[in-house]
């Protein structure tokens, strides 16, 4: 029987494992330090308390049980891997054979270096401890209880997003939605981008649309001007302006999240492992990299990292993996784009479907709690906690 180890219960990790539970000549062990996937793609509603803590969350071993396979979950953070002994060691200093590997890591808020306070004074979204954080402060802002002080000396409470990418706009736009219908006018949200415009790179139609209603609900954007220095109550840009803070959350870019080893393998500048056509870690035919740790790159372009991509890694490994068992032909790997669907606050969303049809407003937001639900149902069997 093939024993494929899978380090990392993400979306591309968990898609990996549902693909290779179907054939049972495959025993699957699956490392993770957590019990529990988060589902970072629904980390605006949670942040701004519109979800609740089960609503972005899949419980590890229910999701095991239900599956009924050949598979085992460790609660162990892997801390290293040798590819010539074939071996991966847990941080109970534990040795773990395999003939297949699978690094699905994912990543981390990549705070920039040269801002070397920016970690020490924001918060991040990108695991759940730290959504929680900005969620229960968020709460705590819209009943009021830290407001008080601001009340008497009739200030306004400032909450800035760092980064206008896709979560950042998220993140804003569903907590103003949020304030303007509780009707909360002495709060300002404030979104800060070193890029001219909001969803930078994407498509004219998407990025108008997001800006029309940003402004709509009165979401003030400081953009075209990097992010210099940050101290506990102000954030300082690099073209001379300050924005004063009383909560601010970063949610600009992702760092890869890497595994010791005993070889050196080449990495991008967002720390994520070069791989080949196949997904397979560069140098190595046995060991595939997916979801946000791998650089993938496809008709010479960088594919940017998505939930969508990792889904579709993480099934390709699976399959490739099997059709070696079953000696058949395995060809590249080849990304496809089904669109983009973007939650701008309450029932608003915009999006592309298939790259091409853009539709905005409560149709969007349909679609996009659709898709959401049926990303789900490819768990079914979970009983989410």
């Known amino acids: ?44 509603g949670f942040v701004a308390t519109k979800y609740s803590i089960s609503d972005v969350t899949i419980n590890i071993n229910k999701y095991i049980e239900d599956i009924n396979s050949n598979i085992k979950f460790y609660q162990e953070e892997i801390i290293s891997f040798d590819a010539e002994a074939k071996k991966v060691v847990s941080s109970k200093n534990i040795s773990y054979m395999f ?40 709460d705590s802002i819209i009943n009021k209880s830290v407001l008080k002080e601001k009340n008497k000396n009739n200030m306004p409470y400032n909450i800035v997003i760092g980064g206008a ?7 804003a736009a569903e907590m103003a939605s949020l304030l303007k219908d509780n009707d909360s006018s002495n709060i300002n949200i404030f979104i800060v981008d070193g890029m001219k ?33 940050v101290d506990e109550s102000s954030i300082y840009l690099n073209d001379g302006r300050k924005i004063d803070y009383d909560s601010f959350i970063f949610t600009g870019g992702i760092k890869a999240v890497t595994i010791n080893s005993e070889k050196e393998y080449e990495l991008n ?25 791998a ?46 669907l973007i939650s701008l606050g309450g029932s608003y969303a915009i ?25 789900k149902s490819k768990f079914k069997k979970i009983r989410v906690s």
């Open 1 to 44: 029987m093939k024993k494929v180890i899978i380090i990392g219960a993400s979306y591309a990790g968990l898609y990996a494992i549902k693909e290779l539970s179907k054939n049972k000549d495959i025993e699957i062990l699956l490392f993770d330090k957590k019990d529990y996937h988060y589902i970072q793609v629904e980390s605006y």
């Open 99 to 138: 003939d297949e590997l699978i690094i699905a890591t994912g990543s981390l808020t990549n705070f920039p270096p040269q801002v070397p306070n920016i970690q020490k004074y924001s918060k991040g979204i990108k695991t759940l401890q730290k959504a929680c954080m900005v969620s229960e402060s968020f």
């Open 165 to 171: 990418g896709l979560s950042g706009v998220e993140v």
């Open 197 to 229: 415009t909001v969803l930078p790179n994407m498509d004219e139609r998407l990025i108008n649309a997001c800006k029309k209603r940003l402004d709509n609900l009165n979401i003030r954007t400081y953009l075209g001007s990097f992010i210099n220095d």
């Open 269 to 293: 500048r967002l720390n994520q492992y070069i791989v080949d056509e196949y997904l397979q870690l560069k140098g190595e035919k046995n060991i595939f990299v997916i979801g946000d740790a």
């Open 295 to 340: 650089e993938v790159i496809y008709d010479n372009e960088y594919i940017a990292p998505t939930a969508q991509l990792a889904i579709q890694a993480g099934i390709y490994v699976a399959k490739f993996i099997k059709n070696d068992l079953s000696y058949k032909y395995n060809e590249a790997f080849i990304p496809k784009s089904n669109g983009v």
């Open 351 to 375: 999006g592309l479907v298939y790259n091409k049809l853009f539709i905005k407003g409560y149709l969007a937001h349909k679609l996009k709690h659709f898709v959401t639900f049926m990303h």
